[in-house]
């Protein structure tokens, strides 16, 4: 059974701090990472993705992946509250299915 | 440029009835595909379709079964509903079959079994 595992959280950091996040998966065979965020009631939104290992920096978000270690992390800088969410962790292997495998996720606050 | 369209938005059905949602990718996309998400369970893969053709199935049910239009258009069906079918479900569209891109959600579709 593939499995992506994500620290369940909550996390809580107060506004202007970096909030981490991460996320392990089990198929070595993954290919794509996604970072998605899912607002109280709304749908997934996806907010990154990252296929090299390394860093992807868009904005105040970094994602990070090391496929040696089956690792995948998502840094928000200078959060805010409007970053309140639940971020899910998505990881896609081989081949040409579109089946992305998703965490539970891990429900962030950051308090004014 | 319109996203992901899903209908009906809440839907209230009883035990041992049949449901259809529906699902209007964005335009040009061709990869639909359907998730289950509960609280215990978070967002569970359904099937994906691509030119009407289902590529890939998850470890749902028979009674969980979908197609897919030659306009992209997809629908699911649940039949036999039974308590533990309620939960939110999404339609997810991409470009296109095996690319990197992700997918868009929908708002998906929240169904009620009394």
């Not at chain 1, 992506?4 to 392990?24: D, K, M, R, W, Y």
Request: glycine share 10%.
């Amino acid at each position: 059974q593939k499995e992506v595992e994500q620290n369940s959280g909550p996390l809580s950091v107060p506004e202007g701090a970096i909030a981490s996040l991460n996320c392990t998966y089990s198929d070595r065979g993954s290919q794509s990472f996604f970072w998605y965020r899912q607002y109280s009631g709304k749908s997934p939104e996806l907010i990154m993705f990252i296929y090299s290992n390394g860093d992807k920096e868009d904005g105040r978000f970094t994602a990070q992946l090391n496929k040696a270690s089956q690792y995948v992390s998502l840094l928000i800088r200078d959060s805010q509250p409007s970053d309140s969410a639940t971020y899910l962790c998505a990881v896609k292997s081989q081949g040409g299915s579109e089946k992305l495998v998703f965490g539970k996720g891990t429900k962030l606050t950051v308090n004014p | 440029k319109a996203g992901v369209t899903q209908t009906p938005r809440y839907l209230i059905k009883t035990r041992g009835q049949q449901v259809t949602l529906s699902c209007s990718p964005i335009s040009g996309h061709r990869s639909v595909s359907w998730y289950q998400q509960t609280p215990g369970q978070g967002l569970q893969f359904l099937f994906e379709y691509f030119s009407e053709t289902q590529r890939n199935k998850g470890n749902f049910p028979g009674r969980f079964s979908g197609r897919q239009f030659s306009n992209s258009r997809s629908e699911m069906n649940v039949s036999t509903l039974e308590l533990g079918d309620s939960a939110l479900y999404l339609c997810a569209s991409s470009r296109e079959t095996g690319s990197n891109y992700g997918y868009t959600f929908g708002s998906g579709t929240r169904l009620t079994v009394v």
